[in-house]
Each structure stands twice: as structure tokens, then as C-alpha cells.
T-cell receptor, first 113, second 112 residues
Framework: AQSVTQLDSQVPVFEEAPVELRCNYS??????LFWYVQYPNQGLQLLLK??????LVKGINGFEAEFNKSQTSFHLRKPSVHISDTAEYFC???????????FGTGTSLTVIP | DAGITQSPRHKVTETGTPVTLRCHQT?????MYWYRQDPGHGLRLIHY???????DKGEVSDGYSVSRSKTEDFLLTLESATSSQTSVYFC???????????FGNGTRLTVT
């Protein structure tokens, strides 16, 4: 079985500052990794995914994440945040069977003007 | 989004009554999932399906059952609703094991 830990439940950051949202996972098998964003009162939208290959993955809205197998991490970064990035962010892991898909508890990002 | 419709969008029901939530997809995807979202818990997997009549339990399946008689429909039933099942329920689909999930807009269920 897999599990996902998002180390920070809330992250406040000033507008135009960089941000990193941390995600660690545990799994005994190869995994696929994902980041999702949820704006208030909406469903979840895919930001980016890691399936294989390059460990640096670029997503929508200027976000990127780096897969680190030795540290079992998949941290999300953005060099300069905007007010519109205020949302809940979820890290997720899936094994290669496709049968299960697990989420972390989420990180609430608040961008301060 | 991604051809997923959840119904109803909102429901208020009383403790002890049965409730069925429906997820309908037009994408012909193989995999379908039901999650519940609660503050501080993120999204927790209730049940999933990997084909017609093929379902399995997730991490919080107690008190819930599912059925999938057609590719496009995945039903979640609360046999006897309890206040602890007040939550937002999301359906999600994907076509392959390495595909991301695509989510419906959710159903907000309140059990009084």
C-alpha cells in the first residue's frame, strides 16, 4: 500500500515570492505521482504528473515539481506566486496496477497581497 | 469536466435513511472511484471499480456499498446514513493505470 504525507497544512506567502509545498510518499513499488489544485467550492484540477523519465516535471500555471526517489519526495514549487494561486493543493500517489489512488491531507496556500 | 456528472449536487437526509449517489461518465473509462473529502483528512478513497461488476474497497468503506452494472455508471449507497457521513463526495475516473484522475464537481451530503 502507498501513503502520502504533506508536511505543511497551511502555507502563507507574499505575492511574487517563491513557494515550495512539500510532499513525501511511501511505497514498496514503483509509483506515479500527481499534484492537484482545488479552488474554493470546486472540484480538483490536475496541476502536473510524474510517470517516468525526467525527474523535473512542469505543469500548468507556472508550477513544477521534482521527483526524488532516494528521499521519496515530490515537492511542488513556483518561483513567483500570484493572488490567484490561493487554493488547496493535494499530492497524490498511484501504484502501477491502477487500482488505487491515494491523496495527502492537503496544503492550504494563501497568497498575501 | 471530462464528461463526469454527479447527482444530486446537494442532499440533506435524516439519520438512518438510505442514500444513493450517482456518478455518470461519457468517456468510456475503465476505472471509477468514490472519495469523500473532509477538513483535515484530504480525500479518502471509499470504493473503486476497475470494470463492470468489478469493485473493491478503499480505506474508508465501512457503511458504504457500490455497484457498477454499466461502464458509464458508478453508484455509491449509504445503507443507513449517519451524521459521520456528512461530507463532500467526489467521483473520479481514469482510463489507464498511469493516467491521472479526472473529477466530477462533487456532491455535498448533509445527514441530520
Amino acid at each position: 500500500a502507498q501513503s502520502v504525507t504533506q508536511l505543511d497544512s497551511q502555507v502563507p506567502v507574499f505575492e511574487e515570492a517563491p513557494v515550495e509545498l512539500r510532499c513525501n510518499y511511501s511505497s514498496s513499488v514503483s509509483v506515479y505521482l500527481f499534484w492537484y489544485v482545488q479552488y474554493p467550492n470546486q472540484g480538483l484540477q490536475l496541476l502536473l504528473k510524474y510517470l517516468s523519465g525526467s525527474t523535473l516535471v512542469k505543469g500548468i500555471n507556472g508550477f513544477e515539481a521534482e521527483f526524488n526517489k532516494s528521499q521519496t519526495s515530490f515537492h511542488l514549487r513556483k518561483p513567483s506566486v500570484h493572488i490567484s494561486d490561493t487554493a488547496e493543493y493535494f499530492c497524490a500517489v498511484s501504484d502501477n496496477t491502477g487500482n488505487q489512488f491515494y491523496f495527502g491531507t492537503g496544503t492550504s496556500l494563501t497568497v498575501i497581497p | 469536466d471530462a464528461g463526469i456528472t454527479q447527482s444530486p449536487r446537494h442532499k440533506v437526509t435524516e439519520t438512518g435513511t438510505p442514500v444513493t449517489l450517482r456518478c455518470h461518465q461519457t468517456e468510456n473509462h475503465r476505472y471509477m472511484y468514490w472519495y469523500r473529502q473532509d477538513p483535515g483528512h484530504g480525500l479518502r478513497l471509499i470504493h473503486y471499480s476497475y470494470g463492470v461488476k468489478d469493485t473493491d474497497k478503499g480505506e474508508v468503506s465501512d457503511g458504504y456499498s457500490v455497484s457498477r452494472s454499466k461502464t458509464e455508471d458508478f453508484l455509491l449507497t449509504l445503507e443507513s446514513a449517519t451524521s459521520s457521513q456528512t461530507s463532500v463526495y467526489f467521483c473520479a475516473i481514469r482510463d489507464r493505470a498511469n493516467s491521472p484522475l479526472h473529477f466530477g464537481n462533487g456532491t455535498r451530503l448533509t445527514v441530520t
